[in-house]
């Protein structure tokens, strides 16, 4: 990697729009736990598990966004294209997810240019994915932005300059986001390894050393509130 490595919890917060507008609050973002084993012991399986899972936490928490899951391991990813032999399962997620309503606005968190886009459309891939490329200092990131909709696709230009804060996209449907119900997947990587318009959001348990190091924590560039 040829650019030094930014520490994310060392920017200034001033620079960093909130990547889902700038009226929530804090208190409109609630945790959501998808560990493997916490699911297995709620009986939660079915897309309807899950829809009745998410909306019995926002109904606690009074929240409009369920947000998590850096390293956590999943079982949600049950098709080949998550595995790359037949005993190396990548099901570790190495971005966080942001849980909401189909079609809602996501904006660029800091300033950066369109590095690369694509629509992945096998099942359960990204479907709509944006990467972009930020520069501070002498350190270079990616962010990526997957499960996005189709409505902000055909404005995106390899190497436009995006200014913190603009409208960059919208969580896709189900028809064009892969598969999932409605929600962001937001990740962080130093180097892209060749790749244009996608990048693993899983990994395997062997390969987590390597990939924890490429994909920090994206969480200090979500502002909410």
């Not at 919208?170 to 937001?186: R, S, V």
């Amino acid at each position: 990697m040829s650019k030094q490595q930014i520490e994310l919890s060392t920017l200034d917060p001033t620079i960093i729009y909130p990547i889902m507008g700038s009226s929530y609050k804090a208190q409109d973002f609630a945790d959501l736990n998808l560990d493997r084993h916490l699911l297995d012991s709620l009986g939660i399986s079915t897309e309807e598990d899950h829809q009745r899972y998410h909306s019995d936490i926002r109904s606690q928490s009074g929240s409009i966004w369920l947000i998590g899951g850096y390293l956590e391991q999943r079982d949600l990813y049950q098709s080949d294209l998550f595995t790359r032999d037949q005993t190396s399962i990548r099901d570790i997620h190495l971005g966080v997810d942001i849980w909401g309503t189909q079609d809602s606005l996501i904006f660029a968190p800091i300033d950066g240019v369109i590095h690369s886009f694509a629509f992945n459309n096998l099942p359960l891939d990204y479907g709509y994915t944006l990467i972009l490329k930020h520069g501070i200092g002498s350190s270079e990131f990616y962010t990526l932005y997957g499960h996005l909709g189709r409505k902000y696709f055909e404005s995106w230009k390899v190497g436009a300059q995006i200014k913190s804060g603009d409208p960059i996209g919208t969580l896709g449907a189900k028809a064009e986001n892969g598969g999932w119900l409605p929600h962001l997947h937001f990740q962080v990587i130093f180097d892209m390894q060749g790749n244009q318009g996608d990048y693993a959001g899983v990994c395997s348990r062997a390969n987590l050393p390597f990939y924890q190091k490429n994909c920090p924590d994206p969480r200090p560039l979500i502002i909410m509130g």
